[in-house]
């Protein structure tokens, strides 16, 4: 299981020597009005929040032996039981949107098995969210599938888009109408850009032996998850995703046919240095397929971090840049940057869905949100449809490999009594947004 969040600081010690000097920090655009109903929230996802997500494949790579895993998700942040209490938190800082996943393994622990306690729950969480006049941003996946889908192949079997729409049709049969939004795939792009950035052999290594492990245990021959694939699966996955939330999309949209559907990518701020650059080449193979569907009410995007790539590949961050705390390049117009080239590919609406910083220094979180959001604002003001900004994420919680360590949060968690706190970059956050502007 591998995360770009977790693992951009080990790429970089694979580079070659600095050849791209930094350039000077881009000048803050003026702030100014966002449009209005502009949807201004947070995102959590239910496996790095809900707990005990025992029948995931996510959980079930946690625990074997060889394993990625710094630690287990456990109880996670017990959102399962305290959703209503994150939902407050929402409401408290006067969000008018808030994104969450459902789980598929809740939902159908065992192929054509659906539970409707757990299409209850969720139903509770979207009816919480509009008696909070918030809109529900929902992902029928974010990463964790149940056991038994990865067992069978997970993404390499060619049976997947049916069966993955299959759980959307029976989902969307009693949620849809709840539901302000829809996204079928959270990043399933993410092994692709995370393979460009070169990301360590040994890291390739560990996976496949965890996967290989997990196989054991289910007497699966080629157990492979949505992020936790082996290389040689990347080329296999992609078109049956691609197949997969057409699928799904239709199948959603059978239940309601004027829900946006789309889907969500993992984007980096390519930047080009030099003659030659490969910019445009890594580009192709991390988005390309998916910027080109038309089966999409609007894209998602993620970003995190700048990479500057020249004609060898992408360069070293240089020292005096900004960083996150795993030592990735951040910059304050990255987010905007992705949001133009990505509206100018594709020509479809976007909206933010995740957009953060991992960082111990709340004070940094703070600067970036307030800043991003003026880059983001200024391509708005020159026309591209932007729906909102979703931030990652309302709660300190599990990040994958990483555990517990990477700071995300709008929110503290105490790991025992469970207790939130507001970080004072979520009482900023909220200032922002309820005046819509910076």
Request: hydrophobic letters at 40%.
């Amino acid at each position: 299981m591998i995360n770009r969040r977790q693992f951009l600081a080990m790429a970089s010690a694979t580079m070659s020597a600095p050849l791209f000097a930094k350039a000077a920090s881009s000048s803050l655009p003026a702030g100014g009005q966002f449009p209005d109903n502009f949807l201004w929230g947070a995102a959590n996802a239910g496996h790095q929040v809900e707990g005990n997500n025992v029948n995931s494949d996510i959980w079930l790579l946690e625990n074997v032996k060889p394993t990625l895993f710094k630690e287990q998700s456990g109880d996670a942040c017990n959102s399962f039981e305290l959703w209503e209490t994150d939902l407050d938190l929402c409401s408290n800082l006067g969000f008018s949107a808030y994104r969450f996943s459902i789980e598929w393994a809740r939902i159908e622990p065992e192929p054509g098995l659906f539970s409707q306690a757990m299409i209850d729950h969720y139903k509770r969480i979207i009816d919480g969210c509009h008696k909070r006049n918030m809109v529900p941003l929902v992902s029928f996946n974010h990463f964790a599938s149940p056991v038994w889908f990865a067992a069978r192949g997970g993404w390499t079997n060619p049976e997947a888009p049916a069966l993955f729409s299959n759980y959307c049709s029976k989902v969307a049969a009693q949620l849809a109408d709840g539901i302000g939004y829809a996204v079928t795939f959270n990043e399933p792009n993410l092994l692709r850009l995370l393979k460009v950035l070169g990301i360590p052999p040994f890291v390739w290594d560990m996976q496949e032996k965890m996967l290989a492990a997990a196989g054991r245990a289910t007497q699966s021959e080629h157990f492979t998850g949505l992020n936790a694939a082996r290389l040689q699966d990347l080329d296999v996955m992609n078109p049956i995703l691609i197949e997969g939330h057409k699928a799904a999309r239709r199948a959603i949209k059978a239940e309601r046919t004027n829900l946006d559907v789309g889907f969500t990518l993992a984007m980096l701020d390519d930047q080009s240095a030099g003659p030659d650059s490969v910019r445009n080449e890594m580009r192709k193979y991390n988005y390309g397929d998916w910027l080109k569907v038309e089966e999409t009410d609007f894209i998602g995007v993620q970003n995190y971090e700048k990479v500057v790539w020249d004609k060898n590949g992408h360069v070293p961050t240089p020292d005096d840049a900004e960083k996150n705390h795993s030592g990735s390049w951040i910059d304050a117009s990255s987010l905007a940057n992705c949001v133009a080239y990505t509206y100018a590919e594709t020509g479809k609406p976007i909206i933010v869905s995740e957009h953060g910083i991992g960082t111990e220094d709340d004070s940094q979180r703070e600067r970036f949100i307030t800043h991003s959001l003026k880059h983001l604002q200024s391509v708005i003001d020159k026309g591209v449809p932007v729906k909102g900004y979703i931030h990652w994420t309302l709660l300190d919680n599990f990040e994958w490999v990483s555990g517990y360590e990477p700071k995300f949060g709008l929110h503290t968690v105490d790991r025992k009594t469970f207790e939130r706190k507001p970080k004072p970059s979520a009482l900023a956050y909220s200032k922002i947004l309820k005046q819509n502007r910076v």
